[in-house]
């Protein structure tokens, strides 16, 4: 069993976090991408060790989390990328004015900044994508900010190995001291929260937990940035002429999808609506009672999932459709309105409802009846023109992405990914986790107003030797500054 950190090593923690802070800010873009390159190499490099600690820790299979180390790597990979390019640090200049109107206009020279030491809460279900080197990791670095994760109890020996990795690459390559750190214990997270070294922190994690720790953020006496993905539903919308079009298709799309990872994806879509006579129950009761047995990820998790499971049972309007390794439960739009709070309540883990409607009005209500969520789904045909243009502002207004003939499980990282939603999907809605912006989390722009060029930060001035984007009086460029 890994213990607890110490008062002291929580306090070494923090105040190498607090060192590394300056260094980090002041380190060029392209010396900063090398050093999150090698993270990404020697993750690489590791992964024969630290797959087996995974598998024994989480009971996920070796390929998945094969594919986890690859996606982790990846992502820092990217993060580099973009940083080395240089679009993360947002820079705009406008060069002064002297005849703008309706007042003469000075030099103005933005840029983004980090915000300083990062608090990273890893989350229990991606051992390696959400956790020590996960997307909150990787993105507070590319910003410049020192991180300090709070290992996930889930997965302790792994958090502590990966940590290592990271840190002897970051050493092995010149990046300041603190740069990363690793602390355990659920007291101890909340400490540090609240010490005034940290400036922003990340949570994947339950609504309750993920509340309480935003709460803590948001009234210390200096107020952060807390963000946290706590749960969601991910509902899925079906016309008729998708049924029609391709039945079946859908019906084991949507069971691969909600039992995928046994149930313990942040996207596993919760509910699937379908028109009343549909004719899937057969082949949806088929694909369901197929699905193999797997051990979810701890003990916790599955005594969780255990009691919300009883739970929804005893719901009035809810019946069983399939019951075994994954279940399967059935309703109408009108039982889900009388009795929304009771089952529009996240259950973590592979289980899923059907609910019927009877009308267009009924769809409408059905999409109207969610908060917010992750994700939001519809499939749908080209007949159906007419009703996806008026339901997708419905679900744009619900959900941080939409999809069309999609399942909402894997989240490409990529630039124009978005993960996150409108509460309770998350509680920072206008920022992503997953992708390139999830940076902008921890960066705060900063402008620089009649400042000699020579005293300047180097990426800012005139002259532009690495070729970095710049918005320069309107237009993106990577040329010098005019004179």
């Not at 302790?156 to 290592?164: G, K, Q």
């Not at 004719?279 to 005594?303: F, Q």
């Amino acid at each position: 069993m890994t213990p607890d950190t110490t008062p002291a090593e929580l306090e070494q923690a923090l105040s190498d976090a607090a060192a590394a802070a300056g260094p980090l800010a002041a380190a060029e873009p392209g010396v900063r991408a090398g050093w999150i390159r090698a993270v990404a190499d020697a993750l690489d490099a590791a992964a024969d060790e630290l797959v087996p600690i995974a598998m024994r820790e989480s009971s996920l299979p070796e390929a998945r989390l094969r594919g986890e180390v690859a996606r982790s790597s990846g992502q820092l990979r990217m993060f580099a990328d973009a940083l080395a390019e240089g679009s993360l640090l947002e820079i705009i200049i406008d060069t002064a004015d002297p005849q703008a109107k309706p007042v003469p206009r000075p030099d103005l020279r933005r840029v983004l900044v980090p915000l300083g030491p990062v608090l990273v809460f890893a989350a229990s279900n991606f051992p390696f994508a959400f956790s020590v080197c996960g997307g909150d990791t990787a993105s507070a670095l590319a910003a410049g900010c020192p991180v300090v994760v709070k290992a996930h109890p889930g997965h302790p020996e792994l958090s502590v190995r990966t940590a290592s990795v990271m840190i002897d690459a970051l050493d092995a390559a010149g990046a300041p001291a603190g740069t990363l750190g690793l602390i355990q214990g659920y007291d101890v997270g909340v400490t540090a929260l609240k010490d005034p070294r940290i400036t922003a922190a990340g949570f994947t994690g339950s609504v309750p937990a993920g509340k309480a720790l935003h709460k803590i953020a948001v009234t210390r006496p200096e107020p952060i940035p807390f963000y946290g993905e706590l749960g969601s539903l991910n509902p899925v919308f079906v016309t008729q002429a998708a049924v029609d079009a391709r039945g079946n298709e859908i019906a084991t799309g949507y069971v691969g999808s909600f039992t995928l990872g046994v149930g313990q994806f942040c996207t596993k879509p919760g509910l699937l609506f379908l028109p009343a006579g549909h004719g899937l129950s057969d082949k949806l009761i088929e694909a369901t009672g197929g699905v193999a047995e797997a051990p979810m990820l701890n003990d916790r998790i599955a005594s969780g999932f255990s009691s919300g499971l009883d739970r929804l049972r005893k719901v009035d309007g809810l019946r069983v459709l399939s019951d075994g390794p994954a279940t399967l439960l059935g309703t109408t739009v009108s039982e889900l309105l009388d009795r929304r709070e009771e089952i529009l309540e996240e259950c973590f883990g592979p289980v899923s409802i059907v609910v019927e409607y009877s009308s267009v009005d009924e769809l409408t209500a059905a999409v109207e009846a969610f908060e917010g969520n992750l994700t939001a789904t519809l499939h749908a045909e080209d007949a159906d023109t007419d009703l996806a243009r008026a339901l997708l502002p419905l679900l744009t207004a619900r959900a941080g992405r939409v999809l069309w003939n999609g399942w909402p499980t894997g989240v490409a990282v990529s630039w124009a990914q978005h993960h996150g939603g409108p509460f309770p999907s998350t509680v920072g809605s206008i920022h992503t986790s997953v992708g390139v912006t999830a940076a902008r989390r921890f960066q705060r722009p900063v402008t620089y107003q009649d400042t000699p060029n020579a005293v300047l930060p180097e990426v800012l001035r005139n002259a532009n030797p690495t070729a970095i984007p710049r918005r320069i009086n309107g237009v993106i460029t990577t040329a010098e500054v005019p004179s």
